[in-house]
């Protein structure tokens, strides 16, 4: 069974630094292209990132582009997210994604979600 | 960037009857949108793909069809676990964009 669990959100002051972990099983996570979305409280879903099986692609969102950071480790199964200068408006529940479905980067399956409040 | 359009914001309807939710994108897309269902407290959960391929145990009563940039999403006769958050996403280029949502309540 394919499993994504967050960890690592918290309350933190603006300009702060955070990082996420998502921790995969169930899948061979070196053969899948990984991503970070996110939703604002009560707000629809937002794109933040994406890493290649390899790690050697990686995309962002223009809202995150030069304050995010994307990074896996394969030999652990782990997706990271590192978040700095942190922004009220980065308030949101975190999710990691796969990008599975054949031919389609888009995500077949989904972590339960982290909190991340930025708040002073 | 691509903006990702949906139509109603939110849509009334009685368990049993259709629901079509619509999507359009700002630029032609080809086939490459998908289709997410979010009920309250829960994490997304992918339907559709390729504009018309179903995801893994997504039951035959969930459709998907269009191209370039107008999609529809089709209900054939909503059950009471349908009532939810639909939402369009695209994959064409990056940054992947998402719609809006439709709601889908309970008439």
């Known amino acids: 069974e394919v499993q994504l669990m967050e960890s690592g959100g918290g309350l933190v002051q603006p300009g702060g630094s955070l990082r996420l972990s998502c921790a995969a099983s169930?899948?061979?996570?070196?053969?899948?292209?990984m991503n970070w979305v996110r939703q604002a409280p009560g707000k629809g879903l937002e794109w933040v990132s994406y890493?290649?099986?390899?790690?050697?692609?990686?995309y962002y969102a223009d809202s995150v582009k030069g304050r995010f950071s994307i990074s896996r480790d394969n030999g652990k199964n782990s997706l990271y997210l590192q978040m700095n200068s942190l922004r009220a408006e980065d308030t949101a529940v975190y999710y990691c994604a796969r990008d599975g479905a054949p031919g389609a980067t888009t995500f077949d399956y989904w972590g339960q979600g982290t909190l991340v409040t930025v708040s002073s | 960037e691509m903006f990702m359009t949906q139509s109603p914001a939110t849509l009334s309807a009685s368990p049993g009857e259709r629901a079509t939710l619509s999507c359009r994108a700002s630029q032609r897309i080809s086939s490459k949108l998908a289709w997410f269902q979010q009920k309250p407290g829960q994490a997304p959960r992918l339907l559709i793909y390729g504009a018309s391929t179903r995801a893994t145990d997504v039951p035959a009563r969930f459709s998907g069809s269009g191209s370039g940039t107008e999609f529809t999403l089709t209900i054939s006769s909503l059950q009471s676990e349908d009532f939810a958050v639909y939402y369009c996403q695209h994959y064409n280029n990056w940054p992947l964009t998402f719609g809006g949502g439709t709601k889908v309540e309970i008439k």
């Open positions: 169930g899948f061979t996570f070196n053969n899948f292209g």
């Open positions: 890493i290649t099986e390899s790690g050697t692609g990686i």
